[in-house]
């Protein structure tokens, strides 16, 4: 006989059972995994799950939001029930071998008439009365990019500003001295319509009323070269008609460069109201950060060569691509290969695993990763405008160039004709080009010109003259 049950003193999920002790048990989901820790053995045992874990070297959080797999050796789960219970951190039920882990919101509050009076509430919210800033990074699914180095600036600089995180499920790690409020819960529709600013790297999405003395700071999340929004293929009126609503809901909107300054301008009918052209905030890690540090944290030795392969995402798939097989290609490139999905792939797909290959879809900051890698394969990603920072080497995988660029997006430039890179088709033909003691030489000229387009502004000082910005324009007081 076997039963679960769930421990709310210590956070756990107990399994126990009779007869011999299993030796193994594991709770695995698609982003994390936790073994158990099991006791007893002979008449009973009983196997402890933390309903917590910690990645990348930080603290211990509560698990990610998905459905989890019970393995336990030689035990049969099918008869274990949990209702659904509400701890601090998660919301976890069980029905046989599955485990379903949800962010802690009371049940009533994802309703739709739930969420229609939580909605109601904000909307009935007088004004924006708190001197705080409201932080969204990809809608929630992470705690990065330009909100984030934004965030860091002004936790120094003004210490007495209130910062809020909005995040899918506690799983995210929120900065020191930041509030974590979860996606449709009471907290994060009282924080959007209080907080002074908001700053968002994406949609804002769900309903939006701005609020009497409320700005909201678009940082955006790359320079482009896929066509955006009205300049997408194919004529929408819906699409069209949700692009100009959704840009009137920003104050002011972040370019990393005059060139994005220019497309993003049109692609989203942002007319007469103030582009800050900066450089990106994120990218200041890039100049002043530790490569060495972060690739300590990813238990990668001193000396190895460390390959990140980032893709962008795709309209016509939900998943990360998979045009190689990231375990031959660290043996042919005699390399750590570090797999970063897309964050539209986060929510689907699962870690990749195998040997001299780490799945960073999760990790917080690309930034770092792009510090801690010495080549980038990508493709069509903005991640290229970033990476070129640092001036290591590119390489771009681009098996379904003629399709992407002819049918799902479309591109601003031919990339064939200035990346500062190879454009290869295959793992045999990426294999040889990073193996080609030329490709410095060979590409010299363009990377320099590339760099001198979009990187002007990366000098490592981005973030403090966005906050200079903020402060200097009253949008929150010190």
Known sequence: MTTARIDE?????????TGQRPASALLVGPRARVEARVTGGGKTWKASFPLEAARWGGPALPLPGGEYELRIDEVALDDLVVIPTMLPGVRVAVDGERVSIAAPIDPVYETPEGQSTLEERYVAQSGATENAVFFESFYGRSVGCN???????????????????????????????????????PEWWRARGAARLLVVNDWLRRRFARKPGQQVLQTWHGTPLKRLALHRPGFDP??????????RRWDVLLAQNPYSARILKKAYAFFGRPIWVEGYPRNDALVTGDAAAIRAALGIAEGERVLLYAPTWRDDRR?????????????????????????????????????????VTGYPETAQ???????????????????????KPMYFLVPDLAHYRGELRGFYFDLAERAPGPLVSTQEELAAALADPDHESTYQTRYGAWKAQFNARDDGHAAQRVVDRILDQGFLTR
């Open 369 to 391: 990763l792009l510090l801690a890698a010495d080549a980038l394969i990508t493709d069509y990603s903005s991640v290229m405008f970033d990476f070129s920072v640092t001036g």
């Open 147 to 185: 909100p984030q180095a934004i965030d860091r600036e002004i936790a120094a600089r003004a210490p007495g500003v209130r910062r809020y995180w909005s995040v899918v499920d506690l799983s995210v790690p929120v900065p020191e001295g930041a509030v974590a409020v979860v996606e449709g819960s």
């Open 238 to 247: 819906r699409r069209m008609a949700a692009v100009v609503k959704e840009s």
């Open 9 to 17: 003193a210590t956070q756990s999920l107990i399994i126990a059972g």
């Open 319 to 359: 998943e990360m691509v998979d045009f190689i097989d990231p375990e031959l290609l660290a043996e042919q490139a005699g390399a750590v290969v570090l797999m970063r999905g897309h964050s539209r792939t986060l929510l689907q797909g699962r870690d990749h695993a195998g040997a001299r290959v780490i799945d």
